[in-house]
Every structure is written in C-alpha cells, then in structure tokens.
C-alpha cells in the first residue's frame, strides 16, 4: 500500500507534501509523488523541472520516508494520470491540495480536485489553503 501525493512545486505545495509525508509515517507505508504537466501548459509554474524533482527526492530521502517521484507525461489530464497511478499502486490515501474558493468558485470546482475527490477507489485527503 502507498500515499499517493499529488506534488506541485510551490509554498502551497510543500505544505500539501509536508501532510502526505505525515499520512505514509503515521500508515507505515511509502509516499509516491506525482507532478503532473498539463499537455498545452507545460510551461507552467505548477510543472516540476528535473531540478525540482531531484530536490523533492532528496527532501523526501532527508525525511527518512520510503518513495518514489513520478513524473507524469501530461499526454492524459493530471487527474486521469493521478487516479491511473492510484490504482498501479493500490494506493489507500491520496492527497492533494485545494485552494480557497468563493461561493462560486465551490460550484465548480477545479475539475481535477473534483474528479480525483469523486473518482478515486480510496480515501482522499484534501488540504485546503489561501
């Protein structure tokens, strides 16, 4: 079993990551940490470059946790990749992050928080943040 970790290089992100390292501790289970690029948007701020990657693998080894840092290949939507990679691994957590939304905003969701929290065959943790 694993902790799946949808990964995003940035402040919001690292506290998204520092809760999923919490989860695969306390489950006793390894962290698999997804960045995923968006095919038309691979530009992005969201996107982790090789650099990020490595220091995220680092981050991960310095927190004595056993990993894996995945990227995906951004030919699928993020949330079809992450909910694939799921159930490759028979995940029995995943995390991800949410922004705070205006009344409106939570109608309509993000479509990739909204699949991944409706389709996933386990638990999701949402972290919300400004």
Do not use: W
């Not at 949808?6 to 390894?30: C, D, K, Q």
């Not at 957590?93 to 939304?101: P, T």
């Amino acid at each position: 079993m694993s902790v799946v970790v949808g990964y995003v290089p940035s402040p919001e992100g690292r506290v998204v990551l520092e809760r999923a390292i919490a989860e695969a501790r306390a489950r006793g289970t390894r962290l698999v940490a997804l960045n995923v690029p968006r095919a038309a948007e691979f530009a992005q701020d969201f996107v982790a470059d090789d650099d990020d990657l490595q220091h995220l693998d680092e981050a991960l080894a310095a927190a004595g946790v056993e990993h894996e840092v995945r990227r995906g290949a951004g030919d699928e939507t993020p949330a079809d990749t992450l909910l694939d990679l799921v159930e490759e691994v028979g995940a029995d957590l995943v995390v991800i992050g949410l922004r705070r939304r205006s009344p409106v905003g939570k109608m309509i969701m993000g479509s990739t928080s909204q699949r991944v929290l409706l389709d996933a065959p386990c638990p999701v943790l949402a972290v919300q943040f400004d």
